[in-house]
């Protein structure tokens, strides 16, 4: 029997599966085996999309390599901008820096990298106008702060952020309201964006250092539940914790008390003792000063001084600004500083006679007149006429009571008239006139009038401890002088020329020889 051929197969056109060669559909899947003419237009066209689609993705990748050239064009533009501004910064050119920004910014309002600098430039800006109250009056702002430029540029960087970065942008703002308070702005809430700072930051550096300013400004109009000047230490003493920017803090904080003279005086002895920033640390002497006004501001400064200090911390003060207050020459030739030491010493005296230090004082009472009587050598100035009479004369009669030492008033030379015979004679300024013609002289009235009379006249005074005589026409002598207390040793003829210096070294002269007590 002949074998039968199988059949012939062939694979399905969709499945694959093998199928009788002459098979119109698949017994597996059910495809048709015969092609129509929409199966070639279909086949056509999945080819033509398939090219299209890979067109586009080449075209799209062109564009996209394009746009970044241009993104990396404008950053590397805006970059440039920035790293120019900060230059400008660096040579204090803020108007410049700002502008470079300004044009990164019209390159890339979103850059994150301009905006963030802009923020720190306008704070760096505010940073370095300090407020100044001399006198309160309106203060020519730059442009940025007169139209509030700062300020817009400090809202929108606040607006994001971290905390701490949001309390030193409101901080600032703050800082900005206070200068826009001095150029003449109204209505301010300055302590409203200290407030919000301390709240999103309670140990914000700028926060406390600016607010703490603030408080002891004779201009604050703000009411305060505590005293404002302790407040104002509050705050100073926690920028102080943060260990850092110390001298801006400092500085801060000499500005903000220069009208507080004993706040400063705590602080220049702090820093003194700690050697901290000498070119900064200030010498407030005012106070001291005061006492020898001839108003009542002497008893009301005396009052002020021992209710913030104790008698041994006034002793230290004086101490410390005897030392380092320093010597600054005025016009004239004369120390600036002669008056400020001649009150310290008068202080000290005061303080030596209140803890019952006699000697002490005495010797401080009369430092405080050697240094005028010193002074008169070099000026006329009219300077403390009454001083010396109404105020070291008592003291040094108390205390000379108590130590059991006889004073009788003497004379000093001083502002004579240069064509006067005397002054020609060969007097000087300074000069402890004793006799006038042989007789004690203690008054001024004891001295001629001018007459018409030409009297040659003698007078015997004291300098650096020698007794000198001097003749002269006395109806031109030309004598100014002024009367201050002296022992009446000085007039016995019996007291030896040694014992004349030793008087006078003590009593006209001591600054020289005898250091500032100690205490």
């Given at each position: 029997m002949q074998q039968q051929e199988p059949p012939i197969r062939k694979p399905c056109v969709a499945c694959r599966e093998p199928i009788h060669q002459d098979a119109a559909l698949c017994p597996h899947c059910g495809t048709p085996q015969h092609q129509s003419k929409w199966h070639y237009f279909t086949l056509s066209l999945k080819w033509i999309g398939g090219f299209t689609a890979i067109l586009s993705l080449v075209i799209v990748a062109n564009q996209t390599q394009e746009l970044l050239g241009q993104w990396q064009?404008?950053?590397?533009?805006?970059?440039?901008?920035?790293?120019?501004?900060?230059?400008?910064?660096?040579?204090?050119d803020f108007n410049g820096a700002f502008q470079q920004l300004k044009q990164a910014l019209k390159l890339d309002p979103s850059s994150s990298e301009a905006r963030k600098f802009e923020v720190e430039l306008a704070m760096e800006q505010l940073?370095?106008?300090?407020?100044?109250?001399?006198?309160?009056?309106?203060?020519?702002?730059?442009?940025?702060?007169?139209?509030?430029?700062?300020?817009?540029?400090?809202?929108?960087?606040?607006?994001?952020?971290?905390?701490?970065?949001r309390a030193t942008i409101m901080a600032h703002l703050g800082w900005l309201d206070i200068l826009r308070h001095r150029s003449g702005v109204e209505g301010?809430?300055?302590?409203?964006?200290?407030?919000?700072?301390?709240?999103?930051?309670?140990?914000?550096?700028?926060?406390?250092?600016?607010?703490?300013?603030?408080?002891?400004?004779?201009?604050?109009?703000?009411?305060?539940?505590?005293?404002?000047?302790?407040?104002?230490?509050?705050?100073?003493?926690?920028?102080?914790?943060?260990?850092?920017?110390?001298?801006?803090?400092?500085?801060?904080?000499?500005?903000?008390?220069?009208?507080?003279?004993?706040?400063?005086?705590?602080?220049?002895?702090?820093?003194?003792?700690?050697?901290?920033?000498?070119?900064?640390?200030p010498y407030p002497t005012q106070p001291f000063v005061d006492l020898i006004s001839q108003?009542?501001?002497?008893?009301?400064?005396?009052?002020?001084?021992?209710?913030?200090?104790?008698?041994?911390?006034?002793?230290?003060?004086?101490?410390?600004?005897?030392?380092?207050?320093?010597?600054?020459e005025d016009e004239s030739g004369v120390y600036a500083s002669q008056q400020q030491k001649e009150a310290l010493y008068f202080t000290r005296g005061k303080v030596f006679a209140d803890m019952g230090k006699h000697k002490q004082a005495l010797d401080a009472f009369l430092k405080s007149q050697s240094l005028f009587i010193e002074r008169i050598k070099f000026t006329s100035t009219r300077y403390a006429e009454k001083e010396l009479h109404n105020l070291i004369n008592p003291q040094l009669e108390a205390l000379a009571k108590k130590l059991d030492i006889l004073l009788k008033p003497a004379l000093i030379s001083y502002g004579g008239y240069a064509n006067g015979s005397a002054m020609t004679a060969g007097l000087e300024n300074g000069d402890l006139i004793l006799f006038f013609d042989g007789v004690p002289l203690h008054s001024q009235s004891q001295l001629p009038e001018r007459s018409s009379d030409p009297k040659t006249a003698s007078i015997e005074a004291l300098r650096s401890g020698k007794l000198l005589t001097i003749e002269f026409q006395a109806n031109r002598h030309g004598i100014n002088t002024r009367q201050i207390l002296v022992p009446a040793a000085l007039w016995d003829r019996k007291t030896t020329e040694m014992q004349g210096q030793q008087l006078h070294q003590t009593w006209i002269n001591p600054h020289e020889t005898i250091p500032p007590d100690a205490g």
């Open positions: 064009n404008t950053q590397a533009a805006v970059s440039e901008r920035v790293e120019g501004a900060k230059l400008q910064r660096e040579i204090g940073r370095i106008i300090m407020v100044v109250d001399q006198r309160f009056r309106h203060l020519e702002q730059p442009d940025p702060i007169k139209d509030n430029q700062l300020g817009l540029v400090l809202y929108r960087g606040a607006v994001s952020g971290s905390d701490k970065e301010l809430n300055i302590d409203l964006h200290f407030r919000k700072a301390l709240e999103l930051d309670p140990n914000n550096l700028y926060a406390n250092v600016m607010w703490g300013s603030w408080l002891p400004n004779r201009y604050n109009p703000a009411k305060y539940t505590e005293d404002k000047i302790a407040l104002s230490r509050k705050y100073f003493a926690k920028a102080f914790q943060q260990k850092k920017q110390r001298r801006y803090v400092r500085k801060l904080q000499i500005l903000a008390y220069q009208n507080h003279d004993l706040e400063l005086l705590r602080i220049g002895h702090e820093m003194s003792q700690s050697g901290e920033f000498p070119e900064l640390q108003s009542d501001q002497g008893q009301h400064s005396w009052d002020a001084l021992t209710q913030q200090f104790s008698l041994e911390e006034l002793l230290t003060l004086t101490a410390w600004l005897l030392a380092e207050y320093p010597e600054l």
